[in-house]
């Protein structure tokens, strides 16, 4: 009777456990937000977003200014509010928060809130950001570093907005972070976390973030259906296994672990600005495509990117938030750090 008990309870336990990782997305038709991320739009707010009209958006610098007002424009053309009131999209970081010689500059902020666990918040991230102009006259545009990832969430956030238009609105809360200053040492993400956290980091249930998801790095020139993900199982196992279902269902794309391991000596975990929210305990996955030989060059132009897969990577991200978003739990932290 005891073994009998025991087992009972190992199959109730596997079930429960089922019960939690199965996917809330099948519950209704999500196919009409997740079309509506397009590879024509990522490449028309893309040719402009990293033209020479932006100047390489060095943080604090004229071509930044314009980069954060870009932003704005859209969230506001969305009708997509911000979490600071009124008409005011734009988190201010004082030059005395910077190194030395740094102007002060701003991250952008929009949101939708939730409509059931509107305290609870899924920040999906970016970095607005670049290297600005060479010493020679040269615009380092910055497509893929990061505007593949600044476009994403534009695309990404008018999906969200059409779900909630059409009464599917998010459970919980969605933050739409673009930090500055990541180039120069995550300082945008910092600030958010250390200094200013719009949303209490207690209530944050995870950040989604995005850099560099435009291009094929020379590993997979043969395969270019895959993404780096990285930090998905440094905190929640949970994150892990949603993150894996969502992409099995839809998307069947490699995703790829390289980067992930502890030892990997790139140290990309510690290098974009989800690790200012992982240090916090707050779970993340980091979306990447690798580098390539434009990596931080004047030659990571719009032209250079693969737009069928910024919009599969896109999706993937939505698809993947809207799982977050909405289930009825959320997902639980089990590899906390001191």
Known sequence: ??????????????FCTAQDNALISTE??????????????LKEALYVYASDEFEGRRTGEPGQKKAIEFIKEHYVNDHILSPLGNDDYFQ??????????????????????????PDEVLIISAHLDHIGISNDGQINNGADDDGSGTVAILEIAE??????????????????????????GLYGSRYYTDVDPIFPLKNTIADLNIDMIGRIDP???????YVYLIGSDKLSTELHNISEAVNKKYYDMELDYTYNDDNDPNRFYYRSDHYN????????IFYF????????????T?????????EKRARLIFTTAWELANRDKRIVVNKATD
């Open 1 to 14: 009777m005891k073994k009998i008990l025991i087992l009972l309870s190992f199959l109730s336990l596997q």
């Open 28 to 41: 209704k038709d999500i196919t009409k937000y997740v079309n509506s991320i397009t590879s024509e739009e």
């Open 92 to 117: 201010e970081i004082p030059e005395s928060f910077f190194k030395a010689g740094i102007k002060a500059s701003e991250n952008v902020v929009a949101y939708i809130k939730g409509t059931e666990k």
């Open 159 to 184: 999906a969200f907005k059409e779900a909630a238009n059409d009464g599917h609105g998010p459970k919980r809360s969605i933050l739409f972070l673009h930090v500055t200053g990541e180039e120069l």
């Open 219 to 225: 590993k997979h020139t043969e395969n270019p259906n």
């Open 277 to 284: 929210f992982a240090k916090n305990n707050i779970p993340v």
């Open 289 to 300: 495509n690798g580098t390539h030989a434009d990596y931080h060059k004047p030659s990571d």
């Open 302 to 310: 719009p032209d250079k990117i693969n737009y069928d897969m910024l």
